[in-house]
């Protein structure tokens, strides 16, 4: 799998892109362009080829550093209905920072210029950038998981989120969406809360410093 495809996967695993075509640049390719002009009916994102840059040309390897992956945004027409070009950069680029991707085994973070309207002909584009230091000689540690507790599965709960890292921030959601610090769905977590209905409970941490935790579930009937 290559990273392009990773970040498109990561995308399009949120709800939040269901109904938003994440493509993956292939230029001088018939499927590609067939899918390209397909999504062009609405709002769309293309995932585009990597830049490396070598800064140590005489190192084994070569060590790349940095790399930087570009997703453009591109709205075609007025969207009636549905998030606009810009509300879907920016979740893409929420969604990509702190992003761990098997391929290249090292965090992705917002590059310095993350978020930049471009000007193209006849359509609304915004460009999300990221970055990794593919050749950093250190790992960025992951928070674990925070931790669930409750007395059972039927609500009414009372449910108690922790994290095993000091400071770090807990979101959650209850309706099934994936948590996340800018989501309008999460809530941050603050004292122990109830569960008075069926929830589909998604809990998740973030710290500055670290990569963000993976997801805790529990539902409640």
């Given at each position: 799998?290559s990273?392009?495809?990773?970040?498109?996967d990561?995308?399009?695993?949120?709800?939040?892109?269901?109904?938003?075509?994440?493509?993956?640049?292939?230029?001088?390719?018939?499927s590609?362009?067939?899918q390209?002009?397909?999504?062009?009916?609405g709002?769309?994102?293309?995932?585009?080829?990597?830049?490396?840059t070598?800064s140590?040309?005489?190192?084994?390897?070569p060590?790349?550093?940095?790399?930087?992956?570009?997703?453009?945004?591109?709205?075609?027409?007025?969207?009636?209905?549905?998030?606009?070009?810009?509300?879907?950069?920016?979740?893409?680029?929420?969604?990509?920072?702190?992003?761990?991707?098997?391929?290249?085994?090292?965090?992705?973070?917002?590059?310095?210029?993350?978020?930049?309207?471009?000007n193209?002909?006849?359509?609304?584009?915004?460009?999300?950038?990221?970055?990794?230091?593919?050749?950093?000689?250190?790992?960025v540690?992951q928070?674990?998981?925070?931790?669930?507790?409750?007395?059972?599965?039927?609500?009414?709960q009372t449910?108690?989120?922790?994290?095993?890292?000091?400071?770090?921030a807990?979101?959650y959601?209850?309706?099934?969406s994936?948590?996340?610090?800018r989501s309008?769905?999460?809530?941050?977590?603050t004292?122990?809360f109830?569960?008075?209905?069926?929830?589909?409970l998604?809990?998740?941490?973030?710290?500055?410093?670290?990569?963000?935790?993976?997801?805790?579930r529990?539902?409640?009937?």
């Amino acid at each position: 799998m290559s990273i392009q495809q990773e970040i498109a996967d990561r995308l399009l695993a949120d709800p939040f892109f269901a109904t938003i075509p994440i493509l993956v640049e292939q230029p001088r390719d018939v499927s590609y362009e067939l899918q390209a002009s397909i999504a062009a009916a609405g709002t769309y994102g293309i995932v585009l080829v990597p830049q490396a840059t070598v800064s140590a040309s005489t190192a084994p390897g070569p060590i790349f550093d940095p790399v930087e992956i570009a997703v453009i945004v591109r709205e075609n027409i007025p969207v009636t209905s549905g998030p606009h070009a810009l509300e879907v950069a920016e979740t893409a680029l929420a969604l990509l920072h702190l992003f761990r991707p098997t391929t290249i085994n090292e965090v992705l973070s917002a590059a310095p210029h993350a978020l930049q309207r471009m000007n193209e002909p006849g359509v609304v584009a915004y460009e999300i950038r990221v970055r990794t230091q593919a050749g950093a000689a250190y790992a960025v540690p992951q928070l674990d998981a925070p931790t669930i507790s409750s007395a059972g599965t039927h609500s009414p709960q009372t449910v108690t989120l922790a994290s095993d890292t000091t400071g770090a921030a807990i979101y959650y959601t209850m309706d099934g969406s994936q948590p996340a610090p800018r989501s309008p769905t999460s809530i941050l977590y603050t004292a122990p809360f109830a569960v008075n209905a069926p929830t589909r409970l998604r809990v998740r941490a973030w710290l500055a410093g670290y990569v963000a935790s993976g997801e805790t579930r529990a539902s409640y009937t």
